[in-house]
Each structure stands twice: as structure tokens, then as C-alpha cells.
Nanobody, 117 residues
Framework: QVQLVESGGGLVQPGGSLRLSCAAS????????MAWYRQAPGKQRDMVAR???????NYADSVKGRFTISRDNAKNTVYLQMNSLKPEDTAVYYC???????????WGQGTQVTVSS
């Protein structure tokens, strides 16, 4: 069982920055593929950024060049650095972990990000 706890959300003005953190329990964090998803009101939950155990990353087109996903395996933590934020980035952001062998999937409780002046 993996437990994920997000933090770092909040209210920020357009053009501002935030860094989200996701702390994971469990000693096998290193092997998991980690990702950030987001869900705006009335919309589906979409993948924002993903990082494999080997450090390969991929991003949604809407955030390329603005967001950066990273992981610190020593701290069992994955981060999402968000720069040049736009109002359309407003959503609940969820941390996601996938076991690459069993495909067991885990979700955090979500953290609200609001971009508004």
C-alpha cells in the first residue's frame, strides 16, 4: 500500500509560481512511475506531467516549458514546479503513483491551485 500526501497548493496571481510536493510512504518509491494530474470543475482529470523511475519525463502540451516534474528518491518525494501560471491552470492537482510491475495505482487527496488576480 502506498500513501500519497500533496502540499504546496494555494492562490497565486497570473504569471506567478508555485511548487507542489507529494510525499509517498513505502520503501519501494524508487521503482514507481510518479505523475501529477489535475481536474478543473466540470472537467475530466488529465495528466499534467509524469516521471519514471529512471527519470524520463513527459508533459501535457499545455504546460510544456512552464512546469517541471522532479523526484527525490532519498526523500520519497515528487515535485511539480509551476512557473508562468495562467488562470486556466486553476484546478485540483493530484499526485499519482503506478507500480510498473503490477500496475497498481494510487492517488493522493489533491491540493487546490487557484490562479487569479
Amino acid at each position: 500500500q502506498v500513501q500519497l500526501v500533496e502540499s504546496g497548493g494555494g492562490l497565486v496571481q497570473p504569471g506567478g509560481s508555485l511548487r507542489l510536493s507529494c510525499a509517498a510512504s513505502g520503501s519501494i518509491f524508487t521503482y514507481y512511475t510518479m505523475a501529477w494530474y489535475r481536474q478543473a470543475p466540470g472537467k475530466q482529470r488529465d495528466m499534467v506531467a509524469r516521471i519514471t523511475s529512471g527519470g524520463s519525463t513527459n508533459y501535457a502540451d499545455s504546460v510544456k516549458g512552464r512546469f517541471t516534474i522532479s523526484r527525490d528518491n532519498a526523500k520519497n518525494t515528487v515535485y511539480l514546479q509551476m512557473n508562468s501560471l495562467k488562470p486556466e491552470d486553476t484546478a485540483v492537482y493530484y499526485c499519482n503513483a503506478v507500480n510498473p510491475t503490477t500496475f497498481a495505482t494510487y492517488w493522493g487527496q489533491g491540493t487546490q491551485v487557484t490562479v487569479s488576480s
